[in-house]
């Protein structure tokens, strides 16, 4: 079936310690995007590719970075995670940028503890 | 800024009742949706209407949307256990230039008491 994959499901990293958190997806759309969702809050979108086109929204820290070296994976680089980083990360696609937006797919999320 | 705010935070019925929840948001929008979100796990779409739509149905759901009030209601009828979730209006705003990306509201959590 046609999906939205999201590894590990849960992963533990050291304050300070790099972790990289990965998406694929097999429903070959174009548009991948990275939301935070902190305990009891909505998910906040960090950045989202269209294609190769990297867009970064203006309040996602500089200590998170992302890469999409093809259509079907996308990579979350926190570089120096913090305790407040601690949250649950989820992947979604849309088929295509455009007016109005495509329903979105979610994957199961990454929760990530920092200790 | 936070775009979409739902009420009630959390709502508590019993299996069978109907079950209401509101989202209000600030900015034109192009069209909104509404998720659903079982406890540690990823958002599924229910359902999404467009900003010239006024009500939609799918399912026992049904989606109200009034853009005059900039808000939108989502009615589960009939309600099951299984329906017990998180559910959260997304907003897609009329930026003109494409989509961005969606706004969540913080969500309502509901629990269907059996």
């Known amino acids: 079936d046609a999906m939205v994959i999201q590894n590990p499901r849960y992963q533990v990293t050291q304050f300070g310690k790099p972790v990289t958190l990965s998406c694929s997806q097999t429903?070959?759309?174009?548009?991948m995007y990275w939301y935070q969702q902190k305990s009891s809050q909505a998910p906040k979108l960090l950045f989202h590719y269209y294609d190769k086109d990297f867009n970064n929204e203006a309040d996602t820290p500089d200590n998170f970075q992302s890469r999409r070296p093809n259509t079907s994976f996308c990579f979350l680089d926190i570089r120096s995670p913090g305790l407040g980083d601690a949250a649950m990360y989820l992947c979604?696609?849309?088929?295509?940028?455009?007016?109005?937006?495509?329903?979105?797919?979610f994957g199961p999320g990454t929760r990530l503890t920092v200790l | 800024s936070q775009q979409g705010e739902e009420d009630p935070q959390a709502l508590s019925i019993q299996e069978g009742e109907n079950a209401t929840m509101n989202c209000s948001y600030k900015t034109s929008i192009n069209n909104l949706q509404w998720y659903r979100q079982n406890s540690g796990r990823g958002l599924v779409h229910l359902i999404l209407i467009r900003s010239n739509e006024r009500e939609k149905h799918s399912g026992r759901l049904r989606v109200t949307l009034d853009t005059s009030k900039k808000s939108s209601s989502l009615l589960i009828t009939a309600s099951r256990a299984a329906d017990t979730a998180s559910y959260f209006c997304a907003t897609d705003p009329d930026s003109g230039g494409g989509a961005d990306g969606l706004t969540f509201g913080k969500g309502t959590h509901l629990i269907i008491q059996p």
């Open positions: 429903l070959n759309h174009n548009v």
């Open positions: 979604a696609t849309s088929i295509q940028r455009q007016t109005p937006t495509d329903t979105q797919y």
